[in-house]
């Protein structure tokens, strides 16, 4: 199916996308100190052509860094370094959001600064193992428990960092609350054993990440506001339980009343299906009135058929983008696309990074 809606402009009352094309966040950890350096500027010009580029999942705080050189902005030499890639994007005709994170128990006290220790809503472990420097992978840690206190810390440090974010330039944001980092930890029985406002009911469990988006909506606004869900996915050792279906529509209900900008889904791909179930979907599109955006092993062709049925209104793509930084151009032309390497995904420097080609020059806007 030949791309159409895919490439048109979507306008909305404080953001002109020059197409439907959304490119995903990926962590690709080649900060050094959190800060983003000269090929991290590089990296996302040759991809401004996306109608909207997210960036990689950035730290909130220092004691929410999670992986080894994740991005953060949480400090001055951070926002430094994010000011000259927003700088460089909009001199393309770009438009770019931030994707903000705190870890929560998905981390290790020798990757944060200082090496704080790691926070979640209770002392539940998850399995798995964790890169720490030195390239030696050990267990993550039972994390400590957050004081009620320690939680709106947390809430605040999310603002705060949305503020930080539009200071330097940012169109937007996105909160993480997807892939079983923090506001995930909050929201999932499984990890949450408060007893405090933040745990118990889903309207207990809920508060954290809501607090978070009506803070954000109150300090930037809510058409610079946007949320990352990711109903069904458990991943990050979150298993299913009974309240998820009813977790979610408390939630996306919530999030209608606030007007966010967006909610932008992240299915796992699993065996060829969809985390996301298409009646959860329609659900969904029923609930909540402005932009959708889903994410998950699509194809031009297939996000042109979600465009087209009117399910979404965006499509992100990841792995797409890491190989093909004119992935845009491509869909135009019907290009053959380039296969990304997954053996530099998460690994330092420019290789697979800054080094595939585009084919075709950058549109002007
Ligand atoms: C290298 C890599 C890093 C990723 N990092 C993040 C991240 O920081 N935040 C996030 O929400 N999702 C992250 N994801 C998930 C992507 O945003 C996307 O949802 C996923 O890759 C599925 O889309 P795709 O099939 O088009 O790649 C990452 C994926 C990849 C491949």
């Known amino acids: 199916m030949q791309a159409k809606k895919l490439l048109l402009p979507l306008v909305t009352k ?11 966040p990926m962590s690709r950890r080649r900060a050094v100190n959190g800060v983003p350096g000269p090929s991290t500027v590089q990296y996302f010009a ?4 996306a109608g909207l580029i997210i960036t990689d999942n950035t730290a909130v705080a220092a004691n929410g860094i999670g992986y080894l050189q994740v991005p953060g902005i949480y400090n001055e030499e951070q926002k430094a370094g994010w000011k000259k890639v927003v700088d460089a994007v909009h001199a393309k005709g770009g438009k770019i959001f931030m994707q903000l994170v705190h870890a929560g128990r998905i981390g290790h006290p020798l990757n944060n600064e200082g090496n704080a220790p790691v926070v979640a809503p209770s002392a539940v472990q998850a399995e798995g193992v964790i890169r720490v420097p030195g390239d030696v992978h050990l267990p ?8 009620t206190a320690g939680a709106k810390a947390m809430i605040e440090a999310h603002i705060q960092a949305a503020i930080s974010a539009i200071e330097v330039g940012f169109d937007g944001v996105e ?11 909050f929201l999932h029985p499984h990890t949450n054993r408060r007893t405090d406002e933040y745990g118990g009911s889903i309207a207990n469990r809920s508060r954290f990440l ?32 009974e309240e998820e279906a009813a977790t979610y529509t408390y939630l996306i209900d919530a999030l209608q009343k606030l007007d966010i900008l967006y909610i932008h889904l992240s299915a796992l791909i699993t065996n060829g299906q969809s985390s996301i179930p298409n009646s959860f979907l329609e659900d969904v599109r029923k609930q909540f009135n402005n932009l959708i955006i889903l994410a998950g092993g699509h194809t031009a062709a297939s996000a042109e058929a979600l465009l087209q049925q009117d399910l979404v209104d965006l499509v992100a793509f990841g792995k797409p983008f890491i190989a093909n930084p004119d992935l845009v151009e491509r869909f135009r032309h019907n290009a053959e696309l380039a296969i990304p390497n997954a053996e530099t995904f998460y690994q330092g420097g420019d290789s697979g990074y800054i080094d595939y080609p585009a084919i075709y020059q950058l549109q002007s806007a």
């Open 14 to 24: 404080t953001l002109n996308l020059n197409n439907r094309v959304v490119m995903a």
């Open 46 to 49: 040759q991809r401004a052509s």
């Open 140 to 147: 993550l840690p039972v994390p400590e428990a957050l004081t």
């Open 175 to 185: 909160i993480h609350g997807a892939h079983g980092f923090l506001p995930e930890q």
């Open 210 to 241: 809501l607090e978070i988006m009506e803070g954000v909506v109150a300090a930037i606004g809510k058409e610079r506001t946007g949320i990352r869900l990711s109903p069904f996915a458990h991943i990050n050792d979150l298993p299913p339980y």
